[in-house]
Structure formats: C-alpha cells, structure tokens
C-alpha cells in the first residue's frame, strides 16, 4: 500500500499524466476540429450547390410565366377575340369563340391548366373547363389592377387537378380601354417540375407567395394551404429548424427574375434533410472516438515509456549523490568515463559560456537600439526644428513689420507641417487642399496678381483619406508651365469630385496648353520640386491600381486640364 502511493506521489507518475493529459487533450481537440471543418464544409459547399439550383428554378419558373406573355400578345392583338367583345355577342358564343380561339393556338396543356377571359362579369373558359368555381372578385381585381401580372388564388379543378390563378389587364392595343382581362391556370404540377431538381433523399423545394402561400409542393395536397411561420422561416438566408416535424436545414432565396420582370415577392424555400446530410458526420464521429481511445491507450503506455526514460537519469544522479563524494566527481581534469552526471556538467558549463555569449550580444544590441532610437529621434525633433524656425522667421518679420516675408515664413511653415505629417503616408481630401493653398500663398507673394485660383470640393469627401502630395506638383505645373509665361492674368480651378467608389480631382488652367495627344513632354513631366505629372500617375496606379492615374486634355493657347482618378480607401 506504501509503495501504490509513493508511485502515485512520484515525479514519474506526475510525468506520465502530464504527458497523457497533453496528448489526449490534443486528440480530443482535433477530433473536435475534424469534425467542425467537415461539418462546415458540407454544409456551405451543400448550400452553395442548392443556391445554384435554385437559380435554375427560377429560371424555369420565369420561363413558364414567361409563356403567359407569348399566349396574351396573341390574343389581344386577334381580331377574333375583339370581335367576342361586342355586346351583340351572347355568352353562349362568346364561349364556344373563345374556346375555338385557344385550341387553333395550341396551347401547352401539361403547363396551363386553363385559359379564361373575363369580361362583363363572366368567365369564358378556352379549354372548356367549368367555370362556375370562379369567383368575380378576382377578374374584377385583375381587370382593375395596373400590375403586369396580378398574383391569385390556387384553384381545384373538378378534376382534382390544381393550378394557380395568373391575371393579366386589358392594357395592349388594340384590347386597350376594354373592361377585361385575361387569366391564365398555370398548373401547379409544372412548377412543381421546375423545382424537382434536388436529389429526393436529400430533401425538396417549396415555392411560397409574398403571403404565405405554398404555391408549389412535392405533396400536392399541401398546395394552397398557408404556411406557418412564414415569417420566422424565411428570415436570413439559411437556418436549422424544425420543418414539418423534422429537423432540417432550411436554404431560402427570393426569385431574382420573377422579381425583376414580374414584381412577384415568391421565395423559394429548400427543405434539407439534417439527418441525411450529416449522415456522415455521425459516422466520422463514431469512427472518431473509437480512434481517440485506442489513441488514448496508446498514448498512456507512451507517457509511462517517455517518463521512465526521463526519471533514470536523474536517479542514478540520486544513487550517485548518496554514495559518491561530489567534490570528487566534479574535477576540471578529462574523467576516464563520462556518466549523466558529468553530461549535466558540460552541458551546464556549455549553457554558462552560451549565456555568457548571449549577455554580449544582448549588451550590443542594446548599444544598436541606442543609437538607432537616437537617430530616431533626432529625425523626428528635425521637422520641429524646421516648424520652430520658421516660426521664429515669420516672428521677426512680424517685428521688423515685414508682412509679405511673414505670410512666406507662415505659409511655408503650414505647407511643411501638413505635408510631412508626422511621415504617415495618407492625409484628409481637405488636408491636401490645405497644401495646395499653403502653396499658392507663397506662389502669390512670388507672383502677385499673377492668376486667380478656386477651390471645390464636394462636402461628402472633406474627410476621405488619400495619397499625400498628389495635387500641390499638377498645381505647380500650372503656374510655372501654364502660367507663368503668359502675360495677362491666369485662372486656375481645382475641384473635388465624389463619384462613386472614386475620387476625382481636376486642375484646370486657362495658360499657354501644349499638344497632349503627343503624350509628356520633359517640360511638363518634371517639375522642380521633383513630382511631376508622370510621377503622380505612376505613384496613384502603385497605390489604387491600374485603372486609376492622371489624363491629360490640353491644346497650345488653349489651357490644360489634369484629372486624377483614385479608388476610396475601404474603411479598416
């Protein structure tokens, strides 16, 4: 009994359930990650697939509704059913004519159950079907309604068979101005048809109206019913929930093209089997477990292994320090034979000298870190330097009442400010239009009532943030190409223009011009700050891309106009 709970109070045991705990956890956890990515990967890879099936449905359902417009031109535009309208016609004849109509077109049965005219309060059924089922609230609905197609209800034949209620208004020549309409029975079975695409183990689609109602349905007997919940089911694009007293996973889409083309609000909802979907997983989680406990076996004898192995040195080290004398064994003379012990000797003196080694290194490191932050700093305190003395500049002129040389010192002391920033790489849209006013504040001084300048920038890009410096060179090109070398007074516009996605800037100048279609000339590809128009375009395609850069319009005599295009930057 001693001995039992000694093992269990020995670093060995310690050791070895350590090093269980480590491997089994790690089994269990990949084991759980297994699981989870193959789980994840069936479902959006199944969603994914759904989704696409599901564009083909509609599709097919556009299709078929697509066929209600290819019956009704022809029939509004036939002098035959023009002819059925007048009032001298007895129902009587306006049936069988309206039947004789229908059937000489040769109308695809398996897809419309019926075609009816409404006119005058009555149903005129083409196929000869009964009638009398038919309320007037619909065709007066339908005949009343400025809608292309008017959603109505799902009707049972006395048949059994059942279709789905379509209206269409008189509203085409030569039909226009008559009180009527046309109502096409799409049988329900089509739809049905164009929504059997899933494999049926895995489940179904259903298609549903904007309220609720099931417009199509496996079970035929559940089309026309209400479905409940409706509300709650078709929120979010995908969910798992109970569905018909089974768990499944529920993929919904709106139809895109019967939206589009016919404003009908129909969402088509893709039943999927939870069960047979993650049939598979259960599998793998089975064969999971098995493989975890074997692993967890095998990782227990290992633990046992790897600490005895661990534990032997160090008791013989035990067995030595009880029966040899230390000072004796740890000697600087080359020992005959070289045991643990005196292992753990030279590799504490070889961790010595690498410590050793390791503290010099660090002390020159450090030393380089020194210097480097020194040099860091200096760079950053010479920017102040630059701010203070022109500061210091424009105080003196202030004192020595020399205004013009005070605006220079203070203006370029702005433009320096704004421009370096702190060496960050993005300013505002405002903060660069600060530049360039900075800049034609000393280019004024320089050249006074040399040219006129305006500024417009649309407010919703005040404080988008942009590639620093990129309009002050087009700015500068302007005055000293455009210009400069005219001899009456120059305007300069500079605008800001949000569009879209993009940013565009313009510089316009009434100045001298040049032939642009002959692409950058060296006077207007470098400037002698050292931007030049050339620059700028390949500084913005580096940063936004190649569909965005710097165009040229410019004519000799004729002025110049530079727009720079650039891509929004996406917020973090």
Excluded at 14 to 39: E, G, K, P, Q
Aim: charged share 25%; with cysteine.
């Amino acid at each position: 009994m001693t001995r039992i709970k000694a093992f269990f109070h020995s670093i060995r045991f310690r050791i070895a359930s350590i090093l269980f705990l480590i491997i089994f956890v790690f089994l269990f956890i990949l084991m759980i990650l297994i699981r989870t990515i193959v789980s994840n990967n069936i479902k959006t890879n199944t969603i994914k697939h759904i989704n696409q099936q599901q564009m083909h449905m509609d599709e097919g359902i556009a299709l078929i509704l697509d066929g209600i417009s290819i019956i009704y031109n022809p029939l509004v535009e036939n002098s035959q059913t023009l002819a059925l309208l007048d009032d001298t016609v007895t129902n009587e004849i306006r049936q069988t004519g309206f039947e004789n109509i229908i059937q000489n077109m040769g109308i695809n049965e398996t897809i419309f159950s019926d075609i009816i005219l409404y006119y005058d309060g009555n149903y005129y059924s083409g196929l000869g079907n009964q009638t009398s089922f038919f309320g007037n609230e619909f065709g007066k609905t339908v005949q009343d309604s400025s809608e292309l197609i008017v959603e109505g209800p799902i009707i049972t034949m006395t048949s059994g068979e059942k279709m789905l209620l379509l209206g269409k208004p008189f509203r085409s020549y030569p039909l226009q101005g008559y009180p009527g309409a046309l109502l096409f029975g799409v049988n329900v079975e089509s739809l049905k048809e164009s929504l059997d695409t899933i494999d049926q183990a895995l489940g179904y689609t259903l298609l549903v109206s904007e309220t609720g109602l099931i417009l199509s349905h496996p079970e035929t007997k559940l089309v026309g019913n209400i479905l409940l919940n409706y509300d709650f089911l078709i929120q979010g694009s995908t969910q798992l929930s109970s569905f018909a007293q089974e768990k499944a996973l529920l993929v919904k889409q709106q139809s895109v093209k019967l939206k589009s083309q016919y404003n009908l609000n129909w969402t088509l909802i893709s039943v999927l089997s939870k069960d047979y979907l993650f049939s598979g997983i259960r599998l793998l989680s089975i064969n999971n477990t098995i493989l975890a406990l074997v692993m967890g076996l095998v990782a227990l004898l290992l633990s046992f292994i790897v600490s005895s192995g661990l534990i032997r040195p160090i008791n013989n080290l035990k067995d030595r320090i009880k029966t040899s004398n230390i000072q004796s064994e740890i000697v600087e003379t080359e020992p005959v034979f070289v045991d643990e012990i005196k292992e753990l000797e030279i590799s504490f003196n070889e961790m010595m000298k690498q410590i050793k080694e390791l503290m010099e290194l660090n002390a020159e490191e450090s030393e380089s870190k020194r210097k480097l932050e020194l040099y860091a700093l200096q760079v950053q305190i010479n920017p102040h330097f630059l701010y203070n003395t022109l500061d210091a500049i424009a105080w003196l002129a202030k004192l020595k009442q020399q205004p013009e040389i005070e605006r220079l010192a203070l203006a370029l002391a702005r433009f320096f400010r704004i421009s370096l920033h702190k060496g960050d790489k993005f300013i505002t849209v405002e903060e660069e239009f600060q530049i360039i006013k900075n800049f034609i504040e000393i280019e004024l001084i320089r050249f006074p009532d040399k040219f006129e300048i305006e500024y417009s920038i649309d407010p919703e890009i005040k404080n988008e943030s942009i590639m620093k410096l990129i309009l002050q060179p087009i700015v500068e090109n302007a005055i000293k190409h455009g210009i400069s070398g005219m001899e009456e007074k120059g305007h300069i516009s500079v605008k800001a223009k949000d569009e879209g996605e993009f940013i565009l800037f313009e510089v316009i100048d009434d100045g001298l011009g040049f032939e642009a279609d002959k692409g950058y000339t060296p006077k207007y590809s470098m400037s002698s700050s050292g931007y030049g128009i050339k620059n700028v375009d390949e500084r913005i395609k580096l940063e936004y891309g190649p569909d965005c850069g710097v165009s040229v319009e410019s004519k000799p005599n004729n002025g110049t106009k530079v727009t720079l295009k650039i891509r929004k930057k996406e917020d973090a």
